[in-house]
């Protein structure tokens, strides 16, 4: 099958939906597929060979955070370039309500349309104010993914329609088969994530890392993610900031030996997630998880039975939560046992299999007889009616 997939958000800023898209791509191509990605990128960024770029992309606020997205009259030309020699069997495009590629590539293709919404944001009022120039484009969708429940929710109640659920994948055995480096290890906390991007919650773990060392002073935290490390730590008490370290910017195989080594990952993200793809490599390396209780985390937790889970933006709540699990080392084993078990769920080898169902049923002439025969085939994928 010869599949193109589009990406919203510049590839050289690395997230959770590009990380989702290039495991994808990755994954169709070892099954043998055909696969083209499109995406914004700076002209110096090294790209895999089955990325092609629509240009450089710039910061726009969207969704409690600034996402770098391309979008205007030569993107729309390089868009319709790559639809034009790509001759895809199916498009599937990330994100196309937002104002970017997805949403050019939406209005342009032509034939099959998958689209995935990984937004969770049930107040968005620019979403239900431009839906009158986002509804063309979306008529022309044949099927719609939400990563989660709550995209789905933001999806029905802002746009109308419905979805299926196909949450995000992650290779677990990459993160499983990870080697823990000894200097990560030892009454450790972990986070990754933008360091100046408030809703990724850092703020609140530094207000609680009095307490945690006061508790625990063997206790060290470390940060692997970009960002302005001295403002970071400015809340600390000076004697303090020595228990932090920052990583920086990670590779793939360090940040999986990083949730390999710690003894608590630490998710206090304060908003605006749909679903939560780092909770999940975090218990596919085998790492006790302690996250904010938002709806989308608890959802990826089992409801706290996967991971721990404490009162969102309650710094309070976070350090009592942490003293205790370094301190219980049974807990944390059960914590590994269970989260080990519930993440084969979120596996390629079952997120790909059922997104290659839904690529399928819009993609075989055939389906649509099948759908008509068997009621709620349509529903379940969010199919379009003619």
């Known amino acids: 099958m010869k599949i193109g997939i589009v990406c919203p958000y510049s590839w050289d800023v690395p997230g959770g939906v590009q990380f989702h898209i290039r495991d994808l791509a990755e994954h169709l191509i070892r099954l043998g597929h055909e ?20 240009g450089r992309a710039v910061p726009v606020p969207y969704n409690g955070s600034v996402a770098r997205l391309n979008f205007g009259f030569l993107s729309a030309a390089r868009v319709r370039r790559w639809l034009h020699d790509g001759t895809f069997d199916v498009i599937h495009i990330h994100e196309p309500t937002s104002p970017s590629l997805g949403l050019l590539a939406c209005w342009a293709a032509q034939g099959p349309i998958v689209a995935t919404f990984h937004t ?47 949450p995000n994948g992650v290779d677990v055995g990459f993160f499983a088969d990870a080697e823990p480096k000894a200097e990560w290890q030892g009454q450790t906390l972990g986070f990754i994530g933008r360091i100046d991007e408030p809703r990724k919650g850092l703020p609140v773990l530094m207000k609680a890392l009095p307490a ?14 970009r960002g302005d490390e001295e403002e970071a730590v400015v809340s600390l008490p000076k004697e303090l900031r020595e228990r932090v370290e920052f990583l920086g910017m990670v590779s793939d195989e360090d940040k999986a030996r990083l949730l390999r080594s710690v003894d608590v990952y630490v998710a206090p993200n304060t908003g605006g997630e749909s679903f ?26 089992d409801q706290g039975a996967a991971g721990d889970l404490f009162a969102n933006e309650d710094a309070d709540a976070l350090a009592e939560a942490a003293i205790r699990l370094l301190g219980d080392p049974e807990r944390r084993e059960g914590l590994r046992e269970r989260g080990g078990a519930h993440v084969r769920r979120f596996d390629w080898t079952t997120v790909g299999a059922d997104i290659l169902a839904v690529y399928e049923t819009v993609t075989d002439g055939a389906a649509s007889v099948a759908a008509d025969e068997r009621p709620g085939l349509r529903s379940r994928f969010g199919l379009a009616r003619d």
């Open 120 to 166: 969770s944001n049930p107040r968005s009022r620019a979403m239900i104010a431009a839906y009158p120039i986002l509804q063309p484009a979306l008529e022309k969708i044949s099927a719609r993914i939400a990563v989660s429940e709550y995209a789905r929710r933001t999806l029905v109640e802002h746009l109308g329609g419905d979805a299926v659920v196909i």
């Open 35 to 54: 696969v083209s990605v499109l995406a914004p990128a700076d002209d110096e960024t090294p790209l895999p060979p089955y990325v092609v770029s629509a």
């Open 276 to 301: 939560g793809i780092i909770l999940v490599e975090a218990l596919s390396a085998g790492a006790p998880v302690l996250a904010s209780d938002l709806d989308a985390f608890a959802q990826v937790l």
């Open 212 to 225: 945690i060392l006061a508790a625990r002073p063997e206790a060290r935290l470390l940060v692997a993610g």
